[in-house]
């Protein structure tokens, strides 16, 4: 079982930077591949960013590629998403999200946080 918390969410106006973190306990955390999803208003959740279990192999969504950059750090139990250049269309309720398979993380996971919002003003 693996819980997960994220916070760093926040107000920040276009252009600018935030960084998300996603805490998390539980067995086994540094086995699992981890990634991140987003929701805007009115719309469906959307995958942002993926990272595998060792952190050598990351993935994109193309909206956001070359501005946002996921990390880990297996010793703090954590996983990060450093965002830059931050657009209006940024603005969502941001999850941290877990499995156990890099390969199909985009379109499922085991184990989801309760998310973290972030406003991106114009």
């Known amino acids: 079982q693996v819980q997960l918390v994220e916070s760093g969410g926040g107000l920040v106006q276009a252009g600018g930077s935030l960084r998300l973190s996603c805490v998390a306990s539980?067995?086994?955390?540094?086995?699992?591949?981890m990634a991140w999803f987003r929701q805007g208003p009115g719309k469906e959740r959307e995958f942002v960013a993926a990272?595998?279990?060792?952190?050598?192999?990351?993935a994109y969504a193309d909206s956001v590629k070359g501005r946002f950059t996921i990390s880990r750090v297996h010793v703090k139990n954590a996983v990060y998403l450093q965002m830059s250049s931050l657009k209006p269309e940024d603005t969502a309720v941001y999850y941290c999200?877990?499995?156990?398979?890099?390969?199909?993380?985009?379109?499922?996971?085991?184990?989801w946080g309760q998310g973290t919002q972030v406003t991106v003003s114009s």
């Open positions: 990272i595998s279990w060792s952190g050598g192999t990351t």
């Open positions: 539980g067995r086994n955390f540094s086995s699992y591949a």
């Open positions: 999200a877990a499995d156990s398979l890099f390969g199909t993380i985009r379109k499922r996971c085991d184990y």
